[in-house]
T-cell receptor, first 111, second 111 residues
Framework: EAGVAQSPRYKIIEKRQSVAFWCNPI?????LYWYQQILGQGPKLLIQ????????DSQLPKDRFSAERLKGVDSTLKIQPAKLEDSAVYLC?????????FGPGTRLTVL | GQQVMQIPQYQHVQEGEDFTTYCNSS?????IQWYKQRPGGHPVFLIQ?????EVKKQKRLTFQFGEAKKNSSLHITATQTTDVGTYFC???????????FGTGTRLKVLA
């Protein structure tokens, strides 16, 4: 069974630029999460989707972050414009039952 | 808001020694999950505990859920170099599948 796929794996941008991350969850998993993991910290939930609907986005900085999951499969997370403090690993996870399966993450560096 | 804390933050042990990490939630949890994240890797689901006082074992790993369902522990017997990584606990916000991750315990095993 294929795991959660994410791209790109690494991204370096300058502050105020825009960036987008892509996630393809495990086939059949209805729930998809985006997390932000700052170095040395635990993952922090940004947004949760159930199929193509948003379940929770209470911790998503909506002035600069946006996410969508069209057709209830792939998802994209966008940051526009990026700030220095957005430097982190962005993890996508999909859930089946009680188990979350994480992708390899995208490491974002904002200069 | 709900907080999940772990102690210690770091632990260095000699190979063959035991290791324990403790997880404490500010609120009662319906369940608790444990994840392992290898250096440079992504979190990998280890186990979920649901019942008050529940104890589960996976080879050298023993997981326990407190009686009040606000704390949990992970004990590793006779650590090996393959146990290196950061161990996170995660608990759901009340009535949701929104998981709050703990601060993590980074384990280093010296050969």
């Amino acid at each position: 069974e294929a795991g959660v796929a994410q791209s790109p794996r690494y991204k370096i941008i300058e502050k105020r630029q825009s960036v987008a991350f892509w996630c393809n969850p495990i086939s059949g998993h209805a729930t998809l999460y985006w997390y932000q993991q700052i170095l040395g910290q635990g993952p922090k939930l940004l947004i949760q989707f159930q199929n193509n609907g948003v379940v929770d986005d209470s911790q998503l900085p909506k002035d600069r972050f946006s996410a969508e999951r069209l057709k209830g499969v792939d998802s994209t997370l966008k940051i526009q414009p990026a700030k220095l403090e957005d430097s982190a690993v962005y993890l996508c996870a999909s859930r089946q039952g009680d188990t979350q399966y994480f992708g390899p993450g995208t490491r974002l560096t904002v200069l | 808001g709900q907080q999940v804390m772990q102690i210690p933050q770091y632990q260095h042990v000699q190979e063959g020694e035991d290791f324990t990490t403790y997880c404490n939630s500010s609120t009662t949890l319906s369940n608790i999950q444990w994840y392992k994240q290898r250096p440079g890797g992504h979190p990998v689901f280890l186990i979920q505990l649901v019942k008050s006082g529940e104890v589960k074992k996976q080879k050298r790993l023993t997981f326990q859920f407190g009686e009040a369902k606000k704390n949990s522990s992970l004990h590793i017997t006779a650590t090996q170099t393959t146990d290196v990584g950061t161990y996170f606990c995660a608990g759901p916000a009340s009535g949701t599948y929104k998981y709050i991750f703990g601060t993590g315990t980074r384990l280093k095993v010296l050969a």
